[in-house]
């Protein structure tokens, strides 16, 4: 007999645009919420970081997670981006925190490990099967579709992996 229902809020931090992802897990199945994206403008930094917190703290408020699961940032060639994401990523968490809400982090490649079975997924692959595993009528955008998948890979621990791709097969580079 399963539990009772956990929440998880998947969060795909950026400084432009942030994507959110919230699902319901229930024993052995997962259901689609709700998902988006915080789009913070072209203000200055600490005004596009106000927009992140702001925006989080009102999903949370509305959809009442009780688990958040975060992309870890990796370190781009870039450190001027890198140090922005970062930034964006601390809001975030900040969010969570301030609700009182645990953290879980992943690297993407994690998160499309568990999610496609594939570390080094693309982007389509991803956003194909976040929508094939929610059983979403269409694919969500590129942002929301990883934080999709972040809450996706917290929800079975990070193990998803080749049971996920179980009945696909790769065409292109694509799982069809």
Do not use: W
Not at 6 to 28: C, H, S, V, W, Y
Not at 66 to 82: D, G, H, L, R
Not at 139 to 168: E, M, V
């Amino acid at each position: 007999m399963a539990g009772p229902a956990l929440r998880i809020l998947g969060i795909d931090p950026g400084l432009r645009i942030t994507g959110f992802g919230i699902i319901e897990k229930n024993g052995a199945t997962i259901a689609y919420i709700a998902s988006g994206c915080i789009k913070s403008g072209s203000a200055d930094l600490p005004a596009r970081l106000k927009t992140i917190l702001e925006n989080l703290r009102e999903v949370i408020g509305k959809h009442r997670p009780q688990q958040i699961a975060i992309e870890k940032v990796f370190v781009n060639v870039n450190p001027a981006s890198t140090l922005a994401l970062g930034q964006a990523r601390g809001t975030a968490i900040c969010a969570a925190v301030d609700a009182g809400l645990p953290v879980s982090e992943y690297t993407a490649l994690q998160v499309k490990q568990a999610v496609v079975g594939n570390g080094h997924a693309s982007k389509d692959q991803v956003q194909h099967m976040v929508k094939r595993l929610l059983k979403l009528a269409g694919s969500p955008s590129a942002d929301a579709a990883d934080a999709l998948a972040c809450a996706i890979c917290h929800a079975h621990g990070g193990r998803l992996g080749k049971l996920s791709t179980r009945g696909f097969r790769v065409k292109r580079g694509r799982l069809v």
